[in-house]
Structure formats: C-alpha cells, structure tokens
C-alpha cells in the first residue's frame, strides 16, 4: 500500500514564501512521476507542476516562473518552492504519485495524498 505525506502547506501574507514536501512510501516499484495539484472551493483540482523521473518538468501558466517542482529519486519525495504567492493560489495542494506496482508494465498506477492546506492573504 503506497502513502504519500504531504507537508509544508499553512498560512502566508502576499508575496511570500512556501514549501510543500511529499514523501511516497510503501510497495512501489518504481515512480514514473509525481506532482502537485490543487483545488480551490468550488472549482476543478487543476494541475499546478508535474516532474518525470528523468527531470522533465510541466508547470501551469499561472505558477510559471513563480513555482519550482524538484525531486529526489532516491527518496521518492518531490518538493515545490511556491515564491511570491499571491491570493489567487489558496487552494488544497495534493501531491500525485504516478507508478508501478510491479516489475509488469500493466501494473501502472495513480495515487493521490490527503492535501495540505495553503492560505494567502492580502
């Protein structure tokens, strides 16, 4: 069973500064990618920054040049530095798994976290 813990999400003014971690752990094989992803009330979870296992990054026009998504394979965990935030960012953050299960090619999977929290005032 896959878990992933998120963590770093909370409170900040306008322009400030966070950064969410998440750790995946348990029976996977390997990961192909992991993300981050977002869901403000009342709207659509949207993508917010995506990383491959080679380093290939995807980020939202809206977090672009303000967000960076980093990984470290090793440890399964993929972090995202979120800089001059801005209101429009509160949200629920859900970090995403994208893996195998087993050595088989047809045993790839998706997982989702729990969300953390991140509120920005004004």
């Known amino acids: 069973q896959v878990q992933l813990v998120e963590s770093g999400g909370g409170l900040v003014q306008a322009g400030g500064s966070l950064r969410l971690s998440c750790v995946a752990s348990?029976?996977?094989?390997?990961?192909?990618?992991m993300g981050w992803y977002r869901q403000a009330p009342g709207k659509q979870r949207e993508l917010v920054a995506t990383?491959?296992?080679?380093?290939?990054?995807h980020y939202a026009d809206s977090v672009k040049s303000r967000f960076t998504i980093t990984s470290d394979n090793a440890k399964n965990t993929v972090y995202l530095q979120m800089n001059s935030l801005k209101p429009e960012d509160t949200a629920v953050y859900y970090c995403?798994?994208?893996?195998?299960?087993?050595?088989?090619?047809?045993?790839?999977?998706?997982?989702w976290g729990q969300g953390t929290q991140v509120t920005v005032s004004s």
């Open positions: 990383i491959t296992a080679s380093g290939s990054t």
């Open positions: 995403n798994a994208d893996y195998y299960y087993s050595a088989s090619v047809y045993s790839r999977v998706n997982y």
């Open positions: 348990g029976c996977t094989f390997s990961i192909n990618a």
